[in-house]
């Protein structure tokens, strides 16, 4: 098993920014996969970024590409997402989650999953 643990969101203004952590715990060999999804009220679990914890290749989505970047902290076993000039539009609450063989932006493909933590983009 693996436990996931996100921290780091909170309210801000247009154009601040943001970084989000989720630390793993328990059975992390399991983990080969890492991704970050997001979910607004009425509306479908969203995927944001990915990394591949061998190799760190990553991969964002086009509504974030450019403006948030996925890293990982091996030592710590810890993935990070670095939210930069953020919108309202951002506004979620953002998962991490841990996939063992599946390098996908599908969120089916994630076998463990953190609490969330919430993004509020505010003026």
């Known amino acids: 098993q693996v436990q996931l643990a996100e921290s780091g969101g909170g309210l801000v203004q247009p154009g601040e920014s943001l970084r989000l952590s989720c630390a793993a715990q328990?059975?992390?060999?399991?983990?080969?996969?890492i991704g970050w999804f997001r979910q607004s009220p009425g509306k479908e679990r969203e995927f944001v970024a990915r990394i591949k914890r061998a190799g760190g290749m990553t991969d964002h989505s086009d509504s974030v590409k450019g403006r948030f970047a996925i890293s990982r902290d091996q030592a710590k076993n810890t993935v990070y997402l670095q939210m930069n000039n953020l919108k309202p539009e951002d506004t979620a609450e953002y998962y991490c989650?841990?996939?063992?063989?599946?390098?996908?932006?599908?969120?089916?493909?994630?076998?463990?999953w953190g609490q969330g933590t919430q993004v509020t983009v505010s003026s």
């Open positions: 989650a841990v996939a063992k063989t599946a390098w996908t932006r599908n969120s089916r493909g994630y076998e463990w």
């Open positions: 328990g059975s992390v060999f399991f983990i080969n996969f």
